[in-house]
């Protein structure tokens, strides 16, 4: 157990439809980075927050938005779901810089299906 | 663009033997790798990572080899054991500032009993 938790983990929903994942990471840990693992894909970085801030972004699409909450929790959301949304959608996160600062800790995943 | 990938996707071991898993990468200026083991239906679990400033490390049955001047990066997974069965990938930070990890994209170890 990697100490960063996820909900839901599982989730099915309709085209054009709109979900939001949730993600807690570690105890003491401020980053938190949203991936997207796909079949024909791979493990694809969508964006991290820092203490509240977004730091970087990646192959983050439009319709899909991200914050982190003051007590750190994270949310990201997908809207105008299509069937090519359907992945794993994992958040990890790591520690104050310093240290181990570079190592990213990942959550169980939300399994998300567009039907 | 800068990309980091494994030399070979599926690889099948005898319990007992010794596994040794390949990453080829290509930003010279990555400055961290680490390791991660993903089992069917979980996150990705940290295994072992390295420093760029390191050519090898050693944790409990694993050790990573970094060659810089090949830009290659290996895992030895030492007495291979069935629960070793996971996809593998290796994943690199950027350098300086850039904390996001690029990952490859996978070698399935497969341990046969």
């Known amino acids: 157990d990697s100490g960063v938790t996820q909900t839901p983990k599982h989730l099915i929903t309709a085209t054009g439809q709109r979900v939001t994942l949730r993600c807690s990471p570690r105890s003491g840990d401020l980053s938190v980075y949203w991936y997207q693992q796909s079949l024909d894909q791979g493990l694809q970085f969508l964006i991290q927050?820092?203490?509240?801030?977004?730091?970087a972004k990646g192959n983050i699409l439009e319709r899909f938005s991200a914050q982190q909450f003051p007590d750190l929790h994270s949310e990201l959301n997908l809207s105008s779901l299509e069937l090519g949304d359907s992945a794993l959608y994992f958040c990890?996160?790591?520690?104050?810089?310093?240290?181990?600062?570079?190592?990213?800790?990942f959550g169980p995943g939300t399994r998300l299906t567009v039907l | 663009g800068e990309s980091v990938g494994l030399h070979l996707p599926t690889l099948s071991v005898q319990e007992g033997d010794n596994s040794i898993i390949n990453c080829a990468y290509s930003n010279s200026a990555s400055d961290y790798f680490i390791w991660y083991k993903q089992e069917s239906g979980k996150g990705p679990q940290f295994i072992i990572d390295?420093?760029?400033?390191?050519d090898k490390r050693q944790g409990q049955r694993v050790t990573v080899l970094l060659n810089k001047t090949v830009k290659h990066l290996s895992l030895q997974i030492a007495a291979t054991q069935p629960g070793d069965s996971a996809v593998y990938f290796c994943?690199?930070?950027?350098?300086?500032?850039?904390?996001?990890?690029?990952f490859g994209k996978g070698t399935l170890l497969t341990v046969n009993p």
């Open positions: 994943a690199e930070k950027g350098g300086g500032s850039n904390y996001k990890l690029t």
């Open positions: 990890a996160s790591s520690p104050p810089r310093g240290g181990r600062g570079d190592t990213q800790y």
């Open positions: 927050y820092y203490n509240g801030e977004e730091r």
């Open positions: 390295i420093r760029s400033n390191m």
